[in-house]
C-alpha cells in the first residue's frame, strides 16, 4: 500500500476543478460562465470528481476556464504545434484535451505562474486521472508549449 498523498493545495484544488469543467464544456451541455457558476453555486464543498473544495482559489478557477474557452482556437492551435508528429487533436482523449488547454492557457496567457510549476500542476491532475502514459504525454506537449511560448523563462 502507498502513503496517502499530500491533499492539494487551494490553487491545485482550484486547477483540478477547472479541468473537470473544461471538461463538461467540452461535452457541449452548457457555457463556460453557467459551469463556473454551477461549479461555484452547487458544487463547492461537494466531494469526489464533480466537486470542487471549498477552499479552491476561486479567482484562479474562474479565470482557467474563462480563460482557456475564451481562447480555444488559438491554445488549440498552439498545443497542437507541440504535438509530436503522428500526433493530431483529434486522436487526444477529451479529459486529457482539457488539461492541456488549462495548461496551455496557463502557459500563455499567465505570466504570474512560473512555466514549471504549470506544468507540474498539469502533470499531477493528469496523475490523477490515469495511470498509465497520459501523465508523460502531458508533461511532453506542455513542455514544448513552454518552450514556444516562455523561453525566457524557462532560461531565467
Not at 473537470?20 to 461549479?39: K, N, S, T
Not at 474563462?66 to 488559438?74: F, I, L, Q, R, V
Not at 502533470?123 to 506542455?142: K, R, W
Amino acid at each position: 500500500m502507498s502513503t496517502q498523498p499530500k491533499p492539494p493545495s487551494r490553487r491545485q484544488a482550484a486547477r483540478l476543478a477547472a479541468v473537470q469543467a473544461l471538461y463538461q464544456w467540452q461535452e457541449g451541455q452548457d457555457e463556460p460562465g453557467d459551469i463556473v457558476a454551477q461549479f461555484l453555486n452547487v458544487r463547492a464543498g461537494e466531494a469526489g470528481e464533480g466537486g470542487m473544495r471549498r477552499d479552491a482559489d476561486k479567482p484562479l478557477f474562474k479565470d482557467v476556464v474563462e480563460g482557456t474557452a475564451s481562447h480555444k482556437d488559438e491554445l488549440e492551435k498552439t498545443v497542437s504545434s507541440a504535438l509530436a508528429e503522428n500526433w493530431t487533436w483529434g486522436r487526444i482523449d477529451r479529459l486529457v484535451r482539457a488539461i492541456l488547454l488549462a495548461g496551455a492557457y496557463e502557459l500563455v496567457h499567465r505570466r504570474d505562474v512560473p512555466p514549471k510549476v504549470a506544468i507540474n500542476e498539469y502533470v499531477e491532475i493528469a496523475h490523477a486521472f490515469y495511470d498509465q502514459g497520459e501523465a508523460t504525454f502531458v508533461n511532453s506537449v506542455l513542455d514544448r508549449v513552454a518552450r514556444q511560448e516562455r523561453a525566457a523563462d524557462l532560461a531565467g
